[in-house]
């Protein structure tokens, strides 16, 4: 490795951020500006570079790297579906003789690969580590590995250098961070291993401090702009500010948890309010519970929040660790945001091992039904360093590891209820659907604020959709899951039999009227055989019938043996069980599919012998080709 510095008596780190020069996702200049914002690992690293050095930064999404850039030093941040591009400058730099440093969560994850491609690399959370490789370079003693001993404090933090992006390249350079780490242990992310599983918070006032002096730089630079342009881009650009186009319209809170703390929340939204911007966050979904919290948050200026929603199934939720979000509290929950002005961002992931091909249409409608502005959909990646990947490793499940289709964009390992490709296929679909010109209207007509830079948002990523991911398509079983779920009130409440295989805290007289529905879930068996029925709350004969005839429109439509589990249902009338023996009815689907009733003997044995049962394989607990 060389140390040897340039001609020049400064010397000149150069900060890579990677983007595959093939990479089909690859934004154009007006999708960046309409959604995209930078990350902040690399600014944040040049603002811990000593004053002494001559930084530049390069985002191979914005700009292209020649390789010829001069320089003494490089460092380089990887995210893992960055890796190989990264090993490649790397790669470029060392055979001209520089030094390179790499960082980041991949290379914290995967050292030892890392290491082969490069000089050195930092291990965790930078800005400790940083000052002393610098150090260490300038005395030629610079070590392989440099591993974080303990979190950085965020007090007296460094501003990152947002200054050094390239201008006119993002939706906006204000971004910045109040927190750190995440408490909660979601099993597919990377931020709690990564950045610990407390929070840390900048203090308000160094937050505050470090917004105005980049509020006042971004409008100089605008300023500066609208005065050197001509008449008609000065007013082109007074137009863009005006509807809220322009970049530095909104400051971006990039951290993973920003509203971990209320009462940090509560100092810091206040403090704000003085500052008359527009700002985003990440945050989680309950937030939406607190109304006074959400409604500090819009008077703030708070117009758009990132929900990590993840999945409209509390199974799929329960799986990955995220039980914290409640699907049934969703829908009340971005109404209250939308009730304050504020824009619901929702990211979906498609994939878990409860997800089948039900999943996508299920999760479309419930997000068009809701209107939200955006979504943000990605298949299920088991990512170096998380739970996930420990465990599919284990299960021998992930299939591929070219680190390039760890983007959320290509499925990596064997789907438990679908094929990867119709996980696949069902992640294109939804991407199309979403953002079709029927689900536009419908999500952004009851927009009344900020409605032109929402719409500009839809639009190009639409554009972005359709140049670079097939329509996609959901197989015929997808829908026929779909149609068997339902939620059926119950009307009929007398001679209520409680199902003996379910325990009841209070006795029937005492269940409320939200009991009284019946809710019917449906999924594919794990051994892909049959389709299985979950009954839950109270079975009558009006809800019986009409799980009848769901029952045989599913068999004629997926021609697959179907299972019916009683185990959950709290009650179910006489009458129900005797519908649910009708012979018409059994002779009507034997035809096209098995027909079996799991749990119902244990469950309601006593009526079963008054009524009898005409076809003791009904009982089976499984289906023949299970």
């Not at 070590?143 to 201008?167: G, K």
């Not at 299939?399 to 679908?418: A, E, L, T």
């Given at each position: 490795?060389?140390?040897?510095?340039?001609?020049?008596?400064?010397?000149?780190?150069?900060?890579?951020?990677?983007?595959?020069?093939?990479?089909?996702?690859?934004?154009?200049?007006?999708?960046?500006?309409?959604?995209?914002?930078?990350?902040?690992?690399?600014?944040?690293?040049?603002?811990?570079?000593?004053?002494?050095?001559?930084?530049?930064?390069?985002?191979?999404?914005?700009?292209?790297?020649?390789?010829?850039?001069?320089?003494?030093?490089?460092?380089?941040?990887?995210?893992?579906?960055?890796?190989?591009?990264?090993?490649?400058?790397?790669?470029?730099?060392?055979?001209?003789?520089?030094?390179?440093?790499?960082?980041?969560?991949?290379?914290?994850?995967?050292?030892?690969?890392?290491?082969?491609?490069?000089?050195?690399?930092?291990?965790?959370?930078?800005?400790?580590?940083?000052?002393?490789?610098?150090?260490?370079?300038?005395?030629?003693?610079?070590?392989?590995?440099?591993?974080?001993?303990?979190?950085?404090?965020?007090?007296?933090?460094?501003?990152?250098?947002?200054?050094?992006?390239?201008?006119?390249?993002?939706?906006?350079?204000?971004?910045?961070?109040?927190?750190?780490?995440?408490?909660?242990?979601?099993?597919?992310?990377?931020?709690?291993?990564?950045?610990?599983?407390?929070?840390?918070?900048?203090?308000?006032?160094?937050?505050?401090?470090?917004?105005?002096?980049?509020?006042?730089?971004?409008?100089?630079?605008?300023?500066?702009?609208?005065?050197?342009?001509?008449?008609?881009?000065?007013?082109?650009?007074?137009?863009?500010?005006?509807?809220?186009?322009?970049?530095?319209?909104?400051?971006?809170?990039?951290?993973?948890?920003?509203?971990?703390?209320?009462?940090?929340?509560?100092?810091?939204?206040?403090?704000?309010?003085?500052?008359?911007?527009?700002?985003?966050?990440?945050?989680?979904?309950?937030?939406?519970?607190?109304?006074?919290?959400?409604?500090?948050?819009?008077?703030?200026?708070?117009?758009?929040?990132?929900?990590?929603?993840?999945?409209?199934?509390?199974?799929?939720?329960?799986?990955?660790?995220?039980?914290?979000?409640?699907?049934?509290?969703?829908?009340?929950?971005?109404?209250?945001?939308?009730?304050?002005?504020?824009?619901?961002?929702?990211?979906?992931?498609?994939?878990?091992?409860?997800?089948?091909?039900?999943?996508?249409?299920?999760?479309?409608?419930?997000?068009?039904?809701?209107?939200?502005?955006?979504?943000?959909?990605?298949?299920?990646?088991?990512?170096?360093?998380?739970?996930?990947?420990?465990?599919?490793?284990?299960?021998?499940?992930?299939?591929?590891?070219?680190?390039?289709?760890?983007?959320?964009?290509?499925?990596?390992?064997?789907?438990?209820?679908?094929?990867?490709e119709q996980l696949l296929e069902g992640f294109f679909w939804a991407n199309h659907q979403f953002y079709s010109w029927p689900s536009i209207w419908r999500r952004l007509s009851h927009t009344g604020q900020r409605l032109i830079p929402r719409l500009d948002m839809n639009w190009e990523f639409r554009k972005l959709i359709k140049r670079t991911s097939p329509p996609g398509s959901l197989?015929?079983?997808?829908?026929?899951?779909?149609?068997?779920?339902?939620?059926?009130?119950?009307?009929?409440?007398?001679?209520?039999?409680?199902?003996?295989?379910?325990?009841?805290?209070?006795?029937?007289?005492?269940?409320?009227?939200?009991?009284?529905?019946?809710?019917?879930?449906?999924?594919?068996?794990?051994?892909?055989?049959?389709?299985?029925?979950?009954?839950?709350?109270?079975?009558?004969?009006?809800?019986?019938?009409?799980?009848?005839?769901?029952?045989?429109?599913?068999?004629?439509?997926?021609?697959?043996?179907?299972?019916?589990?009683?185990?959950?249902?709290?009650?179910?009338?006489?009458?129900?069980?005797?519908?649910?023996?009708?012979?018409?009815?059994?002779?009507?689907?034997?035809?096209?599919?098995?027909?079996?009733?799991?749990?119902?003997?244990?469950?309601?044995?006593?009526?079963?012998?008054?009524?009898?049962?005409?076809?003791?394989?009904?009982?089976?607990?499984?289906?023949?080709?299970?």
């Amino acid at each position: 490795m060389s140390t040897r510095p340039s001609t020049d008596t400064r010397r000149k780190l150069l900060l890579l951020d990677p983007y595959p020069r093939n990479n089909p996702y690859r934004m154009t200049a007006k999708e960046r500006r309409a959604f995209w914002f930078p990350k902040l690992s690399l600014p944040v690293i040049a603002g811990y570079t000593p004053p002494d050095w001559d930084v530049t930064l390069i985002d191979e999404a914005v700009e292209e790297i020649t390789g010829e850039e001069p320089c003494d030093l490089v460092g380089i941040s990887i995210m893992t579906c960055y890796a190989p591009r990264a090993y490649e400058l790397a790669a470029i730099f060392r055979k001209r003789g520089k030094t390179v440093v790499l960082g980041g969560v991949h290379p914290t994850y995967c050292p030892e690969e890392a290491l082969q491609n490069c000089d050195a690399i930092v291990c965790g959370e930078a800005e400790d580590l940083w000052p002393q490789v610098i150090e260490d370079f300038e005395k030629g003693t610079l070590r392989r590995m440099y591993r974080m001993d303990q979190f950085p404090s965020l007090e007296q933090y460094r501003s990152p250098r947002v200054e050094l992006l390239s201008p006119d390249s993002y939706m906006t350079r204000h971004c910045t961070f109040t927190t750190r780490g995440c408490h909660f242990d979601c099993e597919f992310c990377s931020v709690s291993p990564f950045n610990g599983k407390t929070t840390r918070r900048r203090p308000v006032p160094e937050v505050i401090e470090e917004m105005k002096k980049v509020k006042e730089w971004i409008r100089s630079e605008v300023v500066e702009r609208m005065t050197k342009d001509s008449l008609f881009g000065a007013m082109k650009t007074a137009g863009r500010i005006w509807v809220g186009l322009e970049e530095g319209s909104i400051v971006a809170f990039v951290d993973d948890l920003h509203n971990s703390h209320r009462a940090y929340c509560r100092e810091l939204w206040s403090a704000m309010k003085s500052l008359n911007i527009k700002w985003g966050c990440q945050s989680t979904m309950f937030l939406g519970d607190d109304r006074e919290l959400v409604k500090l948050a819009a008077d703030s200026g708070c117009v758009s929040v990132f929900v990590g929603l993840e999945s409209v199934s509390a199974d799929s939720l329960d799986e990955t660790n995220k039980n914290f979000n409640q699907v049934r509290k969703f829908e009340d929950q971005i109404k209250m945001f939308h009730d304050h002005g504020i824009m619901v961002n929702p990211g979906m992931v498609f994939g878990f091992d409860n997800d089948d091909e039900s999943v996508f249409e299920t999760a479309i409608d419930f997000l068009v039904r809701n209107r939200v502005e955006l979504a943000y959909f990605n298949v299920l990646t088991p990512l170096p360093g998380t739970a996930l990947y420990e465990r599919y490793e284990r299960e021998g499940r992930i299939f591929d590891k070219d680190w390039s289709k760890y983007d959320g964009k290509h499925v990596v390992f064997q789907p438990r209820r679908m094929s990867p490709e119709q996980l696949l296929e069902g992640f294109f679909w939804a991407n199309h659907q979403f953002y079709s010109w029927p689900s536009i209207w419908r999500r952004l007509s009851h927009t009344g604020q900020r409605l032109i830079p929402r719409l500009d948002m839809n639009w190009e990523f639409r554009k972005l959709i359709k140049r670079t991911s097939p329509p996609g398509s959901l197989s015929p079983v997808a829908k026929v899951i779909k149609n068997l779920q339902t939620k059926l009130p119950t009307f009929d409440t007398n001679q209520l039999i409680p199902n003996a295989l379910y325990s009841l805290k209070q006795n029937v007289q005492a269940v409320g009227q939200q009991e009284l529905f019946l809710n019917i879930r449906a999924r594919r068996h794990d051994a892909f055989a049959a389709l299985f029925i979950e009954l839950e709350g109270t079975l009558d004969d009006l809800n019986a019938k009409e799980l009848l005839e769901r029952i045989k429109k599913a068999a004629k439509d997926a021609r697959m043996d179907i299972v019916v589990n009683f185990e959950h249902l709290r009650q179910a009338t006489p009458k129900a069980i005797q519908t649910l023996m009708d012979g018409e009815f059994l002779r009507s689907v034997k035809p096209y599919a098995n027909l079996r009733y799991r749990k119902l003997k244990e469950a309601f044995q006593s009526t079963l012998q008054e009524i009898g049962v005409s076809d003791p394989g009904l009982l089976e607990e499984t289906p023949k080709n299970a």
